[in-house]
């Protein structure tokens, strides 16, 4: 056992924060994200069945992408990843997953050291091992392919083990 191999930082406190701002009945005034009032009226409740209404969300935004500014795509991409794995660690109950970011994923897997820093790796679950998971890797896929890349399936997978830990194919 290497006694001297360093942990990343934890950020489980400030991804949850963002997954309570997607679900939020109430959101932030002064940062809404497209369709917010819609999204209030939904049960996001965290289970893994609200991920259905997290894909019928995003199969709208993803054709309004092109009228919104780099910082309205960024904060509905990151607070829609955030919920979806803040989904996955409350659930699971085989591994404990904690949010790390891409400097934290690199002491992980070295091969993410030469990645160039983009929104899909701004925040990853870590089981406390070598496991990876990138649900707003997923967020980021789901928009840009469709229906084919349901986070709620993604979800489910990762909960019940059956997803491996693989390095994302970002640009599939």
């Known amino acids: 056992m290497n006694w001297f191999k360093r942990k990343p930082p934890i950020f ?6 963002l997954a309570d701002m997607f679900a939020s009945k109430s959101p932030p005034i002064d940062s809404p994200i497209p369709g917010q009032s819609s999204l209030a009226t939904l049960p996001l409740d965290y289970s893994v069945q609200s991920l259905v209404l997290v894909d019928n ?6 054709f309004q992408i092109d009228a919104l500014d780099d910082a309205a795509f960024a904060q509905t991409v990151l607070r829609c990843g955030a919920y979806a794995g803040e989904v996955i660690r409350r659930n699971s ?34 089981d406390g091992g070598s496991g990876l998971v990138f649900p707003v890797a997923k967020v980021c896929k789901r928009i840009a392919n469709g229906p084919e890349e349901s986070i709620h399936f993604f979800a489910g997978a990762v909960i019940a083990g059956t997803l491996g830990d693989q390095v994302p194919d970002l640009y599939a």
């Open 12 to 17: 489980d406190e400030a991804l949850a924060e």
């Open 93 to 126: 109950t085989r591994r404990a997953y904690h949010w790390i970011d891409q400097q934290g994923a690199a002491m992980i897997n070295r091969e993410f050291a030469s990645w160039e820093p983009e929104i899909s790796l701004m925040a990853v679950l870590w």
């Open 57 to 62: 969300y995003l199969d709208q935004f993803r």
